[in-house]
């Protein structure tokens, strides 16, 4: 069983950045992959970015390429993703989320076995 606890969301002006971060309970990741996704009202669920514990490996979808950053901190067992130049189009809740015995790119088309609770992003033009 994994616990994520997601944190970090606020209001940013265009252009701003925030940190999401994703305190992760399991008693070993090696097997996990991670993510981001996010949602706004009346849509479905949208990937935004993961990462394959095991290898480091990362994968992003191309509206966030550039812009933001996942990365993790082993000791802690925290993801975490840096969001840069924040658009308007950016503003969601997004959620952490994690799977087994699965690379960071299938994460974008795969369902996750864990979500966490979600945190609120708006970001204003």
């Known amino acids: 069983q994994v616990q994520l606890v997601d944190t970090g969301g606020g209001l940013v002006q265009a252009g701003g950045s925030l940190r999401l971060s994703c305190a992760a309970s399991?008693?070993?990741?090696?097997?996990?992959?991670m993510g981001w996704f996010r949602q706004t009202p009346g849509t479905e669920r949208e990937f935004v970015a993961a990462f394959r514990w095991i290898d480091g490996s990362t994968y992003y979808a191309d509206s966030v390429k550039g812009r933001f950053t996942i990365s993790r901190d082993n000791a802690k067992n925290t993801l975490y993703l840096q969001m840069n130049s924040l658009k308007p189009e950016d503003t969601a809740v997004y959620y952490c989320a994690a799977r087994s015995w699965t690379t960071a790119q299938d994460m974008g088309v795969m369902t996750p076995d864990y979500w966490g609770q979600g945190t609120q992003v708006t970001v204003s033009s």
């Open positions: 399991a008693r070993t990741f090696s097997s996990y992959s």
